[in-house]
Each structure stands twice: as structure tokens, then as C-alpha cells.
T-cell receptor, first 111, second 115 residues
Framework: SQQGEEDPQALSIQEGENATMNCSYKTSINNLQWYRQNSGRGLVHLIL?????REKHSGRLRVTLDTSKKSSSLLITASRAADTASYFC???????????FGTGTRLKVLA | DVKVTQSSRYLVKRTGEKVFLECVQD?????MFWYRQDPGLGLRLIYFSYDVKMKEKGDIPEGYSVSREKKERFSLILESTSTNQTSMYLC??????????????FGDGTRLSIL
């Protein structure tokens, strides 16, 4: 599997529920970022977590990072219909300026 | 707020045509990127530029070239289009920090169809 692979591929929940999506990667990183993409639009940066951080919050978003397991999770609490989008994790590749994006998790929040 | 503007949202071309995709950012970012996005494959880096007239190949540069004559503008050129270049093309920019990659700011994409 490629670096920055999200799981699950698709997720459907009711409004008000929490949504959790996971990302696994293969090589060492400086940071990991999460992005959101609404249908037919570009990606929007949500949050960046550095390799020496374990948890980070931004509004209803909570991101964790476990470098020993090479994995990260994104939790969206009290989801809303407007959260319906695809979510991507992106890792840097140590020593380069490349970002490696996964294939994304498609989240659908039902009203 | 950073704005990354791509010249076209939708484009339809015929095989063999030359296509220019333009991208302009307004935040004086050093780094600019071109990706293509295909279902099931995620975003794949075509080319990257870290300064005016500087460029580096990404993962899938074949069939593409780029131009960066001014800091704010990064153009993707498809010299002779083929149907397998039908895709969503995304441009992004970021500031340069030597020690780590910074958040990227994306344009809304150009959906290119090659007939």
C-alpha cells in the first residue's frame, strides 16, 4: 500500500455522531497533515501535526499521531451535513519537499 | 487569505492538441505544485517548483512540462494531449521552510477532458 493510506474508504453516519478516519504511512515523517475536499473543489488544509506531537485539536477536529505505529487518526465530533466531503492525509517525505497523499476517506453525514 | 486561481474549471480538448493550464497565487509563496487526481489513485505529483525558473519532476512527469517565469504563476503544459490525460488537475502553493513541509493551498482544479 502507498504512503498515507486512509481507512475506511467510505463512511456514512448520522448528523450529530462522531466520525473517525485513520491514516497509515510507511516512512519516517516530519509532520502529517489532514485536508478536506468538497465535491468538485480543491483541497482545504485542516490541521498539521508534527512528529513530536501526539494529539492536536482544532474546533471539532481532533488528530492523533502514533509514530511507533506509523498511523494517525482524525476525529470529527458532532458531525454536520456540511462535513460531507473526502478527507485526505498527507505526509512529507523526509529530506524532500514532496507531499504524499492517500486515496482519501469519503464521509457522508446524513441529516 | 491565500488565493490560488486556476484559469479554467472545465476544459474539453481533442487528442493531439497543446494545452496550457495556468495557476496564479497571491501570497508570494516560493513553492508551487501541479497534481492530477484520478478516482482510486488519489493525488499524484506531476511537477514541483521551488523558485522562479526552477522545477523538479514529480512522480508522473511524462507527457507534461511546466513553466515558472514569475513567482506567482506556474503553468502546466500538455504538449500533445492523449485520452489518458483526462483528469482533474490541481495546482497548489506553499511557503518554503527548510526543515519541514508547510500546509498547501489549493486551487479549485481544472477538469480536463480529452476526446
Amino acid at each position: 500500500s502507498q504512503q498515507g493510506e486512509e481507512d475506511p474508504q467510505a463512511l456514512s453516519i448520522q448528523e450529530g455522531e462522531n466520525a473517525t478516519m485513520n491514516c497509515s504511512y510507511k516512512t519516517s515523517i516530519n509532520n502529517l497533515q489532514w485536508y478536506r475536499q468538497n465535491s468538485g473543489r480543491g483541497l482545504v488544509h485542516l490541521i498539521l501535526i508534527r512528529s513530536n506531537e501526539r494529539e492536536k485539536h482544532s474546533g471539532r477536529l481532533r488528530v492523533t499521531l502514533d509514530t511507533s505505529k506509523k498511523s494517525s487518526s482524525l476525529l470529527i465530533t458532532a458531525s454536520r451535513a456540511a462535513d460531507t466531503a473526502s478527507y485526505f492525509c498527507a505526509t512529507d517525505s523526509s529530506g524532500t519537499y514532496k507531499y504524499i497523499f492517500g486515496t482519501g476517506t469519503r464521509l457522508k453525514v446524513l441529516a | 487569505d491565500v488565493k490560488v486561481t486556476q484559469s479554467s474549471r472545465y476544459l474539453v480538448k481533442r487528442t493531439g492538441e497543446k494545452v496550457f493550464l495556468e495557476c496564479v497565487q497571491d501570497m508570494d509563496h516560493e513553492n508551487m505544485f501541479w497534481y492530477r487526481q484520478d478516482p482510486g489513485l488519489g493525488l499524484r505529483l506531476i511537477y514541483f517548483s521551488y523558485d522562479v525558473k526552477m522545477k523538479e519532476k514529480g512522480d508522473i512527469p511524462e507527457g507534461y512540462s511546466v513553466s515558472r517565469e514569475k513567482k506567482e504563476r506556474f503553468s502546466l503544459i500538455l504538449e500533445s494531449t492523449s485520452t489518458n490525460q483526462t483528469s482533474m488537475y490541481l495546482c497548489a502553493s506553499s511557503i518554503f521552510v527548510r526543515t519541514s513541509n508547510q500546509p498547501q493551498h489549493f486551487g479549485d482544479g481544472t477538469r480536463l477532458s480529452i476526446l
